[in-house]
């Protein structure tokens, strides 16, 4: 069966498609219109003036967080792979416990804007806060790379867009957007946004789900045996020889993709407390006792949101079949928009999509905002103007950055289209725990923690995970690579994070030892212990 008659058969009406997206985007505009009114100050667009409660927050983070890799990305690597597809939705849920036990209440307590407030606290304010947000640009870019690429493969399954030149135009339009968003509605507009589509992802999903077990008579055993027939049915030799009611589909095949996977599972683990546009979303809430309460609030609608996947997955391999799945214009992406069109045809496909298209635009949005004002209050206030730049530059300088990083993304987001997206956001999570996560952790719980350590851990772990990302078969070496024709993959794992993160954590150690000799102010790692512990003088975060 050609791609495009799957695609005619299976994605209903361009149109109706293309009016429901308008709808939100109108609707969602003028929110962000209006939240805007409000933005007086650089507080008020970097963090939203710290107006938000917690369980707003909380929904704030879950629509942050449930991004297109986890509506469309794991969808379809359950419908493919099945088990092992399921080890991204426990990787990303078990990822916030780290979050809520080690940093969300101490970041809050110490920070005022960003990741690095914190970490320049009581280390060398300019070569740190340069290293930070040269961090948060990279994880940020990472993050968006894939949310673009998500843009493209389910608006190509939408409107039966073929062709890679008109799948590009369709990822610069939602670059355009997500720029206007930002430019509006700053950190304000930008939740509100967050809170619209967290809302919308999570009743969406769980009235498929309701629908794909009432079609089973709600016995999920059934759907389990259904989709290993649809799979063990397949006319795909490779496909059919799977057991996706057991581990290995993906990962059990040689010794090196059971390290891949021991290595995804560390990077999705631990990357979640060093993703920067997360932890910026604790800065929204006016206590500490608000960030713990937006946690709890954001695990209960995530882990709600990741046992609703498996149930899709299993669904969408059940109902759909992965035939159909993988020869749809977007891939293992297409499951869910695929699913929805079995259940409820042309009107629930329009909405569902039109949700996964909220998801892609509020993720983006956030992502944007982060390593903007990463830029505008860490390089350009602190390092370039020493702490000498008014607010209104602040927030001009954030907005040029957010242009210049949309334009960014554009580009990467056409040069990574048709990858898996829930892959991509797993190399974002190895930046973020190798860059971050060990600075982050010593620069809260170890006192000894110098500015040498700080620089060493952070570089070393951003450097060598690129390195061996860019020498990885994840972009090259493979069908399925970034450059499939090209060949220097001389890394033999797709997710770097069981190299790069005991890594970094290592040079923070070593790094702090060699730098020893010069020992950081004593009193200030004294202040930033109980401000992190207690709270007293959070809301006058200050830069010195």
Do not use: C
């Amino acid at each position: 069966m050609s791609t495009s008659y799957l695609a005619a058969e299976t994605v209903g009406e361009p149109v109706a498609n293309i009016a429901i997206f308008a709808l939100f985007v109108v609707v969602t505009m003028v929110v962000v219109i209006r939240a805007s009114r409000n933005n007086s100050s650089a507080s008020d667009y970097f963090t939203g003036g710290r107006g938000f409660s917690g369980p707003q927050n909380g929904i704030a983070i879950a629509g942050d967080y449930l991004s297109a890799a986890s509506f469309l990305g794991i969808a379809g690597a359950i419908a493919v792979y099945g088990y092992d597809g399921f080890l991204y939705s426990i990787g990303f849920l078990v990822a916030w416990l780290v979050a809520l036990l080690l940093v969300a209440e101490m970041l809050r307590n110490t920070g005022k804007f960003t990741m690095a407030d914190v970490l320049s606290f009581r280390l060398r304010e300019r070569p740190v806060r340069t290293a930070a947000a040269l961090s948060t640009l990279t994880v940020s870019l990472f993050y968006l790379l894939a949310q673009m690429a998500g843009a493209g493969g389910l608006v190509a399954l939408l409107l039966d867009i073929e062709t890679k030149a008109g799948q590009s135009v369709v990822i610069a339009v939602v670059g355009v957007l997500m720029i206007v968003y930002v430019l509006v509605g700053g950190m304000k507009g930008t939740t509100w946004v967050q809170i619209i589509k967290a809302v919308l992802l999570i009743t969406g999903a769980a009235l498929m789900t309701v629908m794909v077990l009432a079609k089973f008579g709600f016995n999920f055993s059934d759907i389990l045996g259904s989709a290993q027939e649809a799979v063990s049915g397949s006319a795909s030799k490779a496909v059919a020889g799977r057991d996706v009611l057991a581990p290995g589909a993906q990962y059990g095949a040689n010794e090196t993709s059971k390290l891949n996977f021991v290595s995804l599972g560390l990077a999705l683990v631990l990357g979640t407390a060093g993703l920067p546009h997360v932890l910026m979303r604790f800065y929204t809430v006016p206590t500490a006792k608000e960030a713990r309460r937006s946690v709890v609030w954001a695990i209960g609608l995530i882990g709600a949101f990741y046992l609703f996947t498996l149930v899709l997955g299993y669904g969408a391999a059940a109902i759909v079949g992965p035939d159909r799945i993988l020869a749809a214009a977007g891939g293992q992406n297409s499951a869910a928009p695929l699913l929805a069109f079995e259940l409820g045809g042309v009107i629930l496909l329009g909405v569902i999509s039109a949700v996964a298209f909220a998801t892609i635009l509020a993720v983006v949005a956030g992502l944007t905002i982060t390593a903007s004002a990463s830029f505008a209050h860490d390089i350009y206030a602190s390092v370039l103007k020493r702490g000498n730049a008014d607010e209104a530059a602040q927030v001009r300088v954030s907005r040029i950055t957010a242009v210049v990083i949309g334009a960014l993304a554009i580009g990467l987001g056409i040069l990574a289209n048709g990858q898996n997206i829930a892959f991509l956001v797993a190399l974002a999570f190895a930046v973020a725990a190798a860059a971050n996560l060990p600075t982050i952790l010593y620069s809260l719980f170890w006192r000894r923690f110098n500015t040498t350590g700080a620089l060493w851990s952070m570089y070393g772990g951003l450097i060598s995970t690129i390195v061996l990302i860019v020498f990885s078969p994840a972009v090259s070496g493979a069908k399925t690579s970034m450059l499939p024709h090209s060949d220097f993959d001389w890394f033999p794992l797709s997710n770097p994070g069981i190299v790069s993160i005991p890594l970094a954590f290592a040079l923070g150690v070593v790094g702090t030892l060699v730098g020893g000799r010069k020992p950081e102010d004593p009193e200030k790692a004294i202040e930033m212990q109980v401000r992190s512990l207690t709270g007293v003088g959070a809301e006058k975060a200050i830069s010195h």
